[in-house]
């Protein structure tokens, strides 16, 4: 029995080592075979995961320490994924600015329970019909255009009315910000705006913000083969539930919202989808993506998107003017010479309004929401800046690298709003500066986003002074790697400017 039971043992060790040396010449192989961007060996079959696990360091930022080695495009094996990770403005340029490398990774968890594609998850001739689409149906609602303008003042003055409630009382600022960016959206989409007690928009909200919480950075549980099937752990099965319950929760508000659907009088993006759906069927296209299944994911992105970076950046703004009193006062200070207390800044006025423009900069700069953005995938076998990118590859693009690169920066960490203004006082353009992304798949939302940004903060500002509440915990710049970089939770004062 014993001698049996060293025999198994033997042929087990023997097998596992045969598994390591076979897993070790492959990936020695597939190098030598392909001119791969260099990169951190790893451990055989999972890769670099190990060390992004033990060390606990962000992704961004151990992705980072490995451009004085490597160089700036940097190949890693992540649990059986070739991942190349792109860092510098001009080679994310490069490579996101060619066709081969505008597709999108498969969602591996999601289409568990998600059936259908939006514009964030498609790729090919589907991605490129549902961004054209989209991108004329939002012009022609006017997002985007000056005329747009009103719809996000109107929301803006709806939250600081609902801040005034409060009497400069501490409150955290969270959930009434997202309910006013989503609600700009939602005016889009939906064609109206929700009360921020309604039930169902309460209930997306929170769906929203799940997500998000769960996702972790670059979309792990997303892209990762692996991770999917492991669905007998709880945060995956939780992640799952999630999503399901965000997916329906959406659905179930399209099919509300079509029951008064009227073909001859179309009030938002959803009733030009579906202007557009009849059409196609009428043209006898059987195979048009322009199906509900696709609806219900593009609402779910165009919700998402227009809703989560911008909230985050706001929320992340109220901490920076908290801890930074004397940016703050000076903001007041050009608002108080350009508008004076009688009325709201304007679009209009932003080339009047240089310093506050540069601490919008600064703001998407030193707190870059999304550190690695939407991963990309590679479309065909093709070449970049002299290495093989094999077909499939998931290329992530490190901004926070690009955003904290003393090389282009001087004292990256430090929040100084001035490095956005020449010696003449005026805002300068810095194209390292990229938070909607660069290339074929830049943000649908970024000239939605730019005007939100302006029009909130400088609403907020005009009306408010921020303080932190005298009995609060010390405030932290310390952020949360959700699936976007978030603030800690805290709470704020505002108090009403006269």
């Known amino acids: 029995m014993n001698l049996f039971v060293g025999l198994k043992l033997f042929d087990l060790r023997s097998a596992l080592l045969g598994a390591v040396v076979f897993l070790i010449l492959f990936r020695y192989l597939r190098r030598r075979r392909w001119n791969l961007p260099p990169g951190p060996t790893g451990w055989p079959g999972i890769g670099y995961v190990p060390h992004l696990a033990l060390t606990g360091e962000e992704p961004h930022v151990a992705f980072s320490k490995l451009v004085p080695k490597y160089g700036n495009i940097i190949s890693v094996n992540l649990a059986g994924h070739l991942v190349v990770v792109l860092h510098g403005f001009t080679t994310i340029r490069e490579a996101f600015n060619q066709q081969q490398f505008s597709a999108r990774p498969r969602m591996y968890t999601s289409e568990k329970v998600r059936p259908g594609v939006g514009v964030i998850t498609s790729s090919g001739d589907v991605w490129t019909e549902i961004r054209r689409f989209s991108l004329t149906v939002l012009r022609g609602l006017g997002v985007g255009k000056s005329s747009f303008e009103d719809n996000i003042a109107a929301e803006a003055e709806f939250l600081m009315e609902d801040w005034t409630k409060y009497e400069g009382a501490a409150f955290d600022p969270r959930h009434s910000i997202a309910n006013a960016v989503s609600n700009v959206i939602c005016s889009v989409v939906f064609g109206r705006r929700f009360q921020y007690n309604d039930a169902v928009f309460r209930r997306m909200l929170e769906c929203n913000d799940d997500i998000v919480e769960r996702a972790g950075s670059g979309g792990a549980i997303e892209f990762s083969s692996l991770l999917a099937r492991l669905t007998f752990l709880p945060f995956i099965r939780d992640y799952i539930a999630t999503v399901r319950q965000s997916y329906n929760q959406i659905r179930s508000m399209v099919v509300r919202h079509n029951q008064d659907y009227d073909a001859d009088n179309p009030r938002d993006f959803i009733d030009a ?39 985050t950046t706001l929320r992340w703004m109220l901490l920076y ?91 990256p960490n430090v929040f100084r709003p001035e490095r956005f203004l020449d010696r003449d006082g005026k805002v300068v353009r810095r194209e390292e500066i990229n938070p909607f992304g660069i290339g074929r798949r830049i943000c649908l939302g970024e000239h939605l986003a730019r005007m939100e940004l302006f029009i909130f903060i400088t609403f907020l500002l005009h009306q408010f002074t921020f303080k932190k509440p005298q009995d609060a915990p010390p405030l932290t710049l310390r952020g949360i790697n959700f699936g976007t970089w978030s603030p800690v939770e805290f709470k704020v004062c505002a108090i009403p400017r006269v």
């Open 273 to 311: 989808y579906l202007q557009h759906q009849q059409a196609k069927e009428r043209q006898g296209c059987e195979a048009s993506v322009f199906d509900m299944d696709n609806l219900t994911n593009l609402v779910s992105d165009l919700f998402f998107a227009g809703s989560e970076t911008t909230t």
């Open 321 to 411: 003017m908290m801890i930074y009193p004397e940016v703050q006062a000076r903001v007041h200070k050009e608002l108080d010479a350009v508008t004076g207390r009688n009325r709201f800044p304007r679009l209009g006025d932003k080339p009047d309004l240089p310093y506050t423009e540069a601490v919008i900069c600064e703001l998407q700069r030193i707190t870059t929401i999304a550190p690695l953005a939407v991963p990309h995938a590679c479309l065909e076998d093709t070449k970049l800046l002299g290495y093989d990118i094999p077909k499939g590859t998931i290329l992530v693009s490190n901004l926070w690298h690009d955003h904290f690169d003393p090389t282009v920066w001087e004292e």
